[in-house]
């Protein structure tokens, strides 16, 4: 039995959607919405019907009949922690998103309109691997003041598919091994793989971890906290300059590692420097995740949008790396895979793989 599967991932002015028959990618396309036409809609969940019919429209302008599909399956988006899997899109879920009671992102969109289209093609509507994954083992909670804890949000979904990919070039299950995996995009998290559980992982979000070209990472907390209070600058503000305007953009402007390797092949100094500390901050978290692995390493696992970049990217962190790695495979992925780990969380529940989960 073949299964017909409709994937929908929304971004913050686009939505892309892919139409999959088991593995094998049919089409693809990526929806953008302009600035015009979003502007009457003051927040993110209010823009479900327009997104829904962008859809719907498409699919139609290409003959596509809704009822010709298995499973709908959205990008998972804000929730409480969960584990791994994929999960039914239910009212719970539907209730908590719509709300934002665990924050406001353009991917709480996914199940919400997954769950529109499916009832109109009367068939099952899923998510898969949200950000709030959350496997952590009961050390990597704890921090150094009680008031305080650590949170598991990460690139849940990139990360675990890349594992599974990971695993069969190694020629073994998932669950069998240990792996330290670095998604290197925009945010960049890295996670300690224990036997198909991701025990340990810096906040990617909220600035945690390795300075990327968005996200400021970990900084000096008493520095941080002097300007804070500084009166400079608003909570809003500080917040964009963990998120957003940190990291390669607020140190050289730009948040595409591709202007910077201009710079730096036009002789700006700096811009090496800079790209060099952020190389050289993603070695230091891979090391970090040996000791939740407990030392035993059966591969480092790169992947996300800049690790198409070897000169710049991947071997300076093999350098970084150094002597370390020496018996320990470096298995470069690039890019994001989204639209088919979708798929691929789906027809592992459509075949009696996995049981699919339940939001609760």
């Known amino acids: 039995m073949t299964y017909k599967m409709l994937i929908i991932n929304p971004g913050s002015t686009s939505t892309k959607i892919g139409i999959y028959e088991d593995e094998k990618e049919l089409s693809s396309q990526t929806l953008r919405h302009s600035v015009e036409e979003l502007k009457p809609y003051p927040t993110i969940i209010d823009q479900i019907d327009f997104r829904t019919k962008i859809i719907e429209d498409y699919l139609a302008s290409q ?11 959205g990008r998972g988006g804000l929730l ?11 009212e719970k879920m539907l209730e908590d998103l719509k709300s934002c009671k665990y924050g406001a992102h353009a991917s709480n969109l996914g199940a919400l309109i997954a769950y529109n289209i499916a009832k109109q093609a009367g068939c099952r509507s899923f998510i898969v691997d949200p950000v709030v994954v959350d496997e952590l083992c009961d050390e990597a909670r704890v921090c150094g003041h009680p008031l305080l804890n650590r949170i598991s ?18 020629g073994k299950k998932y669950e069998e091994l240990n ?15 224990r036997k198909g559980k991701v025990v340990d992982v810096n906040n990617a979000l909220d600035g945690e971890g390795p300075f990327s070209p968005e996200r400021a990472g970990t900084l000096p907390a008493g520095q941080l906290i002097k300007l804070a209070f500084s009166g400079n600058y608003t909570l809003d503000e500080m917040k964009k300059m963990l998120t957003g305007q940190g990291g390669l953009t607020a140190h050289l402007g730009t948040n595409d590692v ?3 390797v201009k710079k730096i092949e036009n002789g700006d100094k700096n ?19 040996f000791a939740s692995l407990y030392g035993e390493i059966d591969a480092i696992v790169l992947t996300g949008g800049i690790a198409y970049n070897n000169d710049y990217i991947v071997e300076p962190i093999k350098k970084y790396l150094g002597k370390i790695i020496k018996n320990i495979p470096v298995l470069v992925f690039p890019g994001e895979e989204e639209l088919p780990a979708l798929a691929a969380g789906a027809l592992r529940v459509l075949r009696q793989e996995e049981e699919a989960k339940i939001y609760e």
Not at 63 to 73: D, G, K, P, Y
Not at 153 to 170: D, G, P, S, V, W
């Open 80 to 90: 409480k922690p969960i584990e791994s899997g994929t999960y039914i899109v239910n």
């Open 179 to 193: 792996l330290v995996v670095a998604h290197l995009g925009g945010g960049i998290s890295i996670g300690s793989h």
């Open 258 to 260: 591709r202007e910077v």
């Open 63 to 73: 003959n596509i009949e809704l009822r010709s599909f298995t499973a709908i399956v």
């Open 153 to 170: 949000i990460f690139h849940a979904l990139n990360q675990k598919a890349i594992a599974r990919t990971a695993a069969k070039t190694l």
């Open 271 to 289: 811009a090496q420097t800079i790209l060099n500390a952020m190389c050289f901050t993603i070695s230091k978290y891979i090391f970090a995740a």
